[in-house]
């Protein structure tokens, strides 16, 4: 089956910096890559996501990049604020099968 | 805006009881997954449904859960016995279909089992 990796595990950063958070899937079929938020206590919630027909994506302060030949998709997210503060999790979908694989999430933390 | 529903939102539960969980999800999504997440670790499948029909249950510890989702609708999880190791979130998702598209998640249900 599928299976994501996530890296780093946390990630601190100065508010106004950028961040960037690498995921490897290592089914080849996939084709769905989402990008989700989670605050503590909360539902999980999407934020960007990137199909296998585009390589780059992106929506204000955050940007998502798709390389299939290395089979790798990362998270940006520039000029961070405090309220970037929160568990980011990558998830790929393969064709085999219907549901999302998870990485194991990037805890990350915006000081002012 | 349409959400998925779930109750109860927290359980507290003895081992060896039984507990059951709901979920309610966006109107017309044919596609109802149902996540374990444990504190630390990102979502995974426990089974799937398309309308009234399993398409994946292959993680689910079938010796005591079981889940159903009788008219296409709303969904049952059930655990019994419950395990000490069964505390965990339990996280419904729903999709139009099982295509890659954005699945949107319901709250959850914080079960601690004691």
């Known amino acids: 089956g599928e299976n994501v990796e996530q890296h780093p595990s946390t990630l601190s950063v100065q508010e106004g910096d950028s961040a960037v958070i690498k995921c490897t899937y290592s089914d080849s079929a996939s084709n769905y890559f989402p990008w989700y938020k989670q605050e503590l206590g909360k539902r999980p919630q999407l934020i960007i996501d990137?199909?296998?027909?585009?390589g780059e994506k992106k929506d204000q302060r955050i940007a998502v990049t798709l390389n299939k030949t290395a089979k790798h998709f990362s998270l940006h997210i520039t000029e961070t604020q405090p309220e970037d503060s929160a568990v980011y999790f990558c998830a790929a979908k393969g064709n085999s099968g219907y549901a999302l694989n998870f990485g194991k999430g990037t805890s990350l933390l915006v000081t002012p | 805006e349409a959400e998925v529903a779930q109750s109860p939102r927290y359980k507290i539960t003895e081992k060896s009881q039984a507990v059951a969980f709901w979920c309610d999800p966006i109107?017309?999504?044919?596609?109802l997954y149902w996540y374990r997440q444990i504190l630390g670790q990102g979502p995974e499948l426990l089974v799937q449904f398309q309308d009234e029909s399993v398409v994946d249950d292959s993680q689910l510890p079938k010796d005591r859960f079981s889940a159903e989702r009788l008219k296409g609708v709303d969904s049952t999880l059930k655990i019994q016995p419950a395990e000490l190791g069964d505390s965990a979130m339990y996280l419904c998702?729903?999709?139009?279909?099982?295509?890659?598209?954005?699945?949107?998640f319901g709250p959850g249900t914080r079960l601690t089992v004691t």
């Open positions: 990137i199909r296998s027909n585009v």
């Open positions: 109107s017309g999504h044919a596609t």
């Open positions: 998702a729903s999709s139009p279909d099982p295509g890659p598209y954005e699945q949107y």
